[in-house]
């Protein structure tokens, strides 16, 4: 990789997406300079965030930056900036000391606020004043940045259009996993009840009531096998999910509201099978959650929704099951399909090998290999 980097900005290192774009850049320049002031600190969904908490984190961040801009201007001859996710503020307040030092910004943009909060989640209406100010913002920043990063090709190809970019201003890096918390796990006891499990932010791209339909429907088959199902998570949808789970009285549901990050594995070596996102329509189609990453690398039974995105890593075989977009009933089919062959011993032992050679790692490795491409396009 030609030319010396400056990682600079307000990133939260809580996520998983900047650890390993951190590590990669490390792996890429062992002697990188980080400039790094995080307001984020114990918040993990941003989006969710009330009023209060809101200003707290602006707070934050007008006091975070002149040390950051002093420490910025104090960093060696550079020839870019990678400013990691979330950084929407922080390319406007570097772009024109970057433009002074002749650095250019590489904005690992990830996920675009403007569709995360407007489009997928509508929790601001489209159209108004707020909408419409967090666009423009947004917009500003795409056009400072050199290169933005997005976490697929599919992506990429929607924030081109969304903010009237030419495709060639955009990279692709894929979120990838942290191989010393996610890696190949041993098959789960054979027997009955099927375990199943789906973990997560309660958010609409995951699709949990399509997850819950699904559950209702196996439950009036009578060829099913027995099933037991975990839902782990919080977030925006929390409220009618849990509504719908006690209304249909689905008493093969378990709810555990949080589990910290590095027990998810363990979580996953438990289940014999493990549920990616279903949702309908929209930012579903076009990402690649932590969690679908996570579940190639244990090697373990995957069921997701079939979709662009996810046509990038992977394909439809033994231990992969790919389903359509907000289809209870496609989902029930495949669950009841899968379960069944992990009961029969011959059959479980197949799926497994084939998990061996269908899922794939995608490690720091691939990731380190991506974003040097990214950035030598600088």
């Known amino acids: 990789m030609n030319g010396r980097t400056i990682v600079w900005g307000t990133f939260d290192c809580g996520k998983p997406r900047v650890r390993i774009m951190l590590e990669a850049l490390r792996s890429l320049e062992p002697d990188l300079v980080i400039c790094h002031r995080s307001p984020w600190n114990e918040i993990e969904d941003k989006s969710m965030l009330g009023p209060g908490a809101r200003l707290i984190v602006f707070l934050r961040l007008l006091a975070a930056y002149p040390a950051l801009l002093l420490a910025y201007l ?7 900036v990678v ?3 979330p950084g929407i503020l922080d390319v406007l307040v570097l772009y024109p000391f970057a433009r002074l030092r002749g650095a250019r910004i590489c904005w690992d943009m990830f996920l675009s606020a403007y569709d995360t909060i407007v489009i997928d989640r509508q929790m601001i209406r489209k159209g108004s004043l707020f909408a419409k100010l967090l666009y423009s913002t947004e917009w500003l920043a795409t056009r400072a940045a050199a290169t933005i990063l997005l976490d697929t090709c599919e992506h990429a190809r ?4 969304l903010y009237r970019l030419p495709l060639s201003r955009t990279g692709t890096v894929w979120v990838g996993v942290e191989g010393d918390v996610f890696t190949p796990v041993s098959n789960p006891p054979a027997g009955m009840p099927v375990k199943v499990l789906f973990y997560g932010q309660f958010i609409p791209l995951h699709g949990l009531p399509v997850i819950v ?4 429907e196996i439950a009036s088959r ?8 975990t839902i782990i998570g919080t977030g925006q949808e929390q409220p009618s999910v849990d509504a719908m789970i006690k209304l249909h009285q689905l008493k ?3 709810r555990i509201p949080w589990v910290d990050y590095r027990l998810l594995a363990q979580k996953i070596a438990e289940a014999s099978i493990c549920l990616g996102v279903f949702a309908a329509k929209g930012k579903a189609a076009r990402v690649i959650p932590n969690k679908v990453f996570q579940i190639l690398a244990a090697r373990r039974p995957l069921v997701t929704m079939d979709c662009p995105a996810i046509r990038e890593i992977i394909a439809p075989g033994r231990s992969i099951r790919l389903v359509r977009p907000g289809d ?3 989902l029930a089919n495949a669950l009841i399909t899968l379960a069944q062959e992990l009961c029969d011993p011959a059959k479980s032992v197949e799926i497994h090998k084939a998990a061996q050679k269908e899922m794939t790692t995608v490690g720091m490795t691939v990731v380190r290999d991506q974003l040097a491409s990214a950035l030598e396009t600088q």
């Open 74 to 80: 104090r960093t060696p001859q550079h020839n870019r």
């Open 83 to 85: 400013v990691p996710y």
């Open 158 to 161: 929607y924030i081109a259009a």
């Open 213 to 216: 339909e699904a559950i209702c």
């Open 222 to 229: 009578p060829e099913a096998p027995a099933m037991e199902f």
């Open 252 to 254: 093969n549901v378990k």
């Open 328 to 330: 209870p009933f496609d």
